[in-house]
């Protein structure tokens, strides 16, 4: 049974900063790709970045500059570190780890975290 746990969220102020993180459990052999997404109320669920098990990366357009998205294979450990933020990032966050097999030659599942807030707000 895979889990993915995040941590981190919470009240801060504009141009404040918070760290994201999101632990994979469970029966891992690899991962692929990993990254976080984002729903604020009233909107769809946006991708913010994403990590590759190379190290790639790719950041929505809103976020460059400003967050920064890193990898702990070892650990099945994802982060996002987020500076100045701005009242538009507050959403619901989101970790996700797709191709993820829980041993040698499985077929890839894609598995999602339960959500961490982010408000940003004075």
């Known amino acids: 049974q895979v889990q993915l746990v995040e941590s981190g969220g919470g009240l801060v102020q504009p141009g404040g900063s918070l760290r994201l993180s999101c632990a994979a459990s469970g029966r891992i052999f690899s991962i692929n790709a990993m990254g976080w997404y984002r729903q604020a109320p009233g909107k769809q669920r946006e991708l913010v970045a994403a990590i590759s098990s190379g190290g790639s990366t790719n950041y929505a357009d809103s976020v460059k500059g400003r967050f920064t998205i890193s990898r702990d294979n070892a650990k099945n450990t994802v982060y996002l570190q987020m500076n100045s933020l701005k009242p538009e990032d507050t959403a619901v966050y989101y970790c996700?780890?797709?191709?993820?097999?829980?041993?040698?030659?499985?077929?890839?599942?894609?598995?999602w975290g339960q959500g961490t807030e982010v408000t940003v707000s004075s």
């Open positions: 996700n780890a797709d191709g993820l097999r829980d041993y040698s030659g499985s077929p890839p599942y894609e598995y």
